[in-house]
């Protein structure tokens, strides 16, 4: 019997190219163990692993990696990359926001890029847990 926890890697096409990172407030180097990133959607749960310089595209519509069907969100509404050991997170719509959850559970507006090393997101009605690579095995 099938669990409604699962685990996904995204095909390595959606890996970003070498190419000179975009500048930000957060920018360690590229080279790093893959993260994980789950989403909690309607109480299920889907994990999926991301390799460093790995770029993953929130949106509703056709052209998004993971799609979330709410209005709430954006056609193309949000861009999380895993960089170095931790994520950098950009909110592509200022009009319908990307939220980050404080340590207190208060949530924030992401309106440009956020660096951050894990973290909640809510999208839409969705959950987006960020975490950061697991170190030593």
């Known amino acids: 019997m099938d669990s409604p926890d699962k685990t996904r890697h995204l095909p390595a096409e959606q890996a ?17 163990a893959p993260g994980q990133m789950v989403m909690l959607e309607s109480g299920r749960s889907t994990a999926f692993v991301i390799a460093s310089g790995q770029r993953v595209l929130i949106g509703r519509g056709p052209g998004a990696d993971l799609v979330i069907y709410d209005a709430r969100v954006s056609p193309i509404h949000a861009l999380i990359e895993r960089r170095g050991p931790g994520w950098l997170v950009t909110g592509l719509d200022a009009s319908n926001p990307t939220w980050i959850l404080d340590p207190t559970g208060r949530r924030h507006p992401v309106s440009s890029e956020l660096g951050l090393r894990s973290g909640t997101l809510l999208v839409g009605g ?3 847990l960020l975490y950061p690579p697991r170190t030593g095995a």
């Open 16 to 32: 970003a190219p070498d190419s000179t990172p975009p500048p930000g407030p957060y920018l360690p180097a590229l080279h790093a």
């Open 126 to 128: 969705c959950q987006v």
